[in-house]
């Protein structure tokens, strides 16, 4: 979440960036000043009132010894009253925190002064492209049709034994699955990444520090009982590995990647365009994770587009990165950049990463700072990025590489499937 120092040292400004993104921040920054001049108003007679509790306890003493007793019971009287007058200070004070608080985790992050101006994705920038554009006539068949054809996805048994959306990999679908999470965390390893294997399901803690609540609590599953969400991404249970943790500067940077099943509601997603593996409600993803230095976490996320980047060029896919203007980016993101990959059949680009950095947003949240030479503690910038999410590159792997022969298998996964042709 914003800090209040943020939002104090210019709250037009605030204001401003917010409405980039399609926010209208005036009424809530408004509020949030107004509590928090009262906020420290209750402080502020709270510490005088507490300075003359402890005068009058120390002359309440010195009286009784003097043996002034009618002096003493009337400094007792007077301890009684603000006492009494303190309780009602210190409950209104708890009352304003959590106020503001709960305003703050409604304010989405300010995007970043590089971040385009659109309301949505038709306003998102074209930063580059890169691959071989493949020219497979117009008999090519969409992945969902080459999946039954060679017997390595199954929707239909998706469908009788969960619902639409959890589709079964059979045989050869199955090993390459496999293989591409091995090939992405082989990868992210090899980029100094160190694995963790995190659990699948989160508290509400969790949710809250990375910002996935009080924002996506629709697109979640909840588990009711034991109140654990599955989690949306493994940057949920990776990031908040640095919950309430103080890092030592000289520890820094933080790199973690993982592997994960990701589940997503996908709530009033319907039509041709998540047909198949376009849009799934649980699907595989390597994910990578950095915690740095204000400092350095814009160079640490150009190595994290770079590293996408070699992802899909050694998979040999066609791909353009695109800058998300403020009307597509996430609540929480400060700069988010996606990848999309052309998909030869269904003639269209599918987004199969996205890399961003929140900036001290997330980390805010989760009191996640690091503590330099000089003895001061300061806040994080976190940044994370999908390396890769499975479904789509494989909807366009399958799609791109078929021939009246089989599907190609790319030459960086055939050590790991153990073929090279899907027949």
Known sequence: MLTLQQIKADPEYVIGRLAVKGFDGRGIITEILEIDEERRKLQHKCDTDASELKKLAASIGALMKQGKKEEAEEAKAEVARIKGETKGLQDRLEECEQKQLQLLLTVPNLPNETVPLGTSAEDNVVEKTGGPMPDLGEDALPHWELAKKYNIIDFELGVKVTGAGFPFYVGKGARLQRALIQFFLDEAWKAGYVEVEPPFVVNEASGYGTGQLPDKEGQMYHVNLDDLYLIPTAEVPVTNIYRDVIIPENELPKKNCAYSPCWRREAGSYGKDVRGLNRLHQFDKVEIVRIERPEDSYAALEEMKDHVQGLLEK?????????????????????????????????????VSSVSNFETYQANRLKCRYRGDDKKTKLCHTLNGSALALPRIVAALLENNQTPQGIKVPECLVKYTGFDMID
Request: aromatic share 16%; net charge negative; glycine share 8%.
């Open 315 to 351: 998979l040999g896919l066609p791909w353009h990165i695109l800058r998300l203007c403020g009307g597509d980016m996430s609540f929480t993101s400060a700069i988010t950049f996606d990848f999309e990959v052309w998909s030869a059949a269904q003639k269209r680009w599918l987004e």
